[in-house]
């Protein structure tokens, strides 16, 4: 064989490699629907937004529904699946009984979708993305707004172990919650700025109980109150703001902090006055809502991309609580 035949034949084999091994992982986009249904993402912010005028906690209900997808399994709206003869879902899991809401407002989404696009294009895994980001944005303002990548695909199964082994518990200190963080592929500053989801929402006694009765580092005239509606015994499902303007996005999560003033334990594991990476953090978002609204905004693409479903795995869901 001459040398330029073989170089040749070098090069037709390197372009075939090229073109059909390297696009093995499919990209998400920010304008995945823009040919398929330009009307689909207007259509998500109307509802979304209808469902936070009737009720406030609504969004916060919302973002933490993508957080949750994307924490088992990768974001493949695993967390919608009901139970079925095959597999036990995530609804029931730990972290999920009784506190994970909002199905019906996605159930109304999905309908919606569906209808203007004319078929079944938007799956559930990119409705809770762009329901979350919605969310964030109709309770914080234009800054907190940010661009969602799309053309995630819906899983066909759900894990309720998956989710018990993965959804972070109220009662981790520092090195468990950024320990989980990095298995999911995130580091220390994406768990500070992502808890700053805890501006929005609101959270059961049973959540932190423990803190109010047992721990040190936090404010004891905070504590006496929260202890009348969620005393040692009793009122468990009763709720408390997870800061001081639950229903708006801002930076009042960070500030509650520097005072010792975190609902949770796993807040307050985030500023401890020790002058760690992570107090540092903490001491910016609470002077300083753009970099807030910046930082937030990178994490949450960041969390969004974790593993989604693309190309020809999983499937479109016609109905976001079962698989085709
Ligand atoms: C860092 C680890 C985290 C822990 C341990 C944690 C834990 C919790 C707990 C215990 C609740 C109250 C649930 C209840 O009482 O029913 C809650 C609520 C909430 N979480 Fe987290 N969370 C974490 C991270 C996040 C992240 C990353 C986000 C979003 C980016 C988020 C968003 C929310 C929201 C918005 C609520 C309020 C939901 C509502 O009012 O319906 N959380 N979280």
Known sequence: ??????????????????????????????????????????????????AIVAEKRMGASLLRLHFHDCFVNGCDGSVLLDDTPFFLGEKTAFAN????????????????VDKVCKR??????????VAARDSVAILGGKQYWYEVLLGRRDARKASRDAANANLPPPFFN???????????????????????GHTIGLARCTTFRDRIFNDTNIDPKFAATLRKSCPRRGGDSS????????SKFDITYYNALLYKKGLLHSDQELFKGDGSESDRLVQLYSNDPYAFAKDFGVSMIKMGNLKPLTGSYGEIRYNCRKVN
Not at 97 to 112: C, Q, T, W, Y
Not at 239 to 246: G, H, N
């Open 174 to 196: 520092f090195q468990q919650l950024l320990a989980n963080f990095q298995t999911h592929g995130l580091n220390l500053k994406d768990l500070v700025v992502l808890s700053g």
């Open 239 to 246: 709720l408390a703001p997870l800061d001081a303007t639950s």
């Open 97 to 112: 009984l009784n506190s994970i809401r909002g199905f019906e407002v996605v159930d109304e989404i999905k309908a919606a």
């Open 120 to 129: 079944p294009v938007v799956s559930c895994a990119d409705i809770l993305a």
């Open 1 to 50: 064989m001459n040398f330029h035949l073989q170089s040749f034949l070098v090069l037709v084999m390197a372009t075939l490699v090229a073109t059909f091994m390297i696009p093995t992982f499919a990209q998400l986009s920010p304008d995945y629907y823009d040919k398929l249904c330009p009307e689909a993402l207007p259509i998500i912010y109307s509802v979304v937004k209808k």
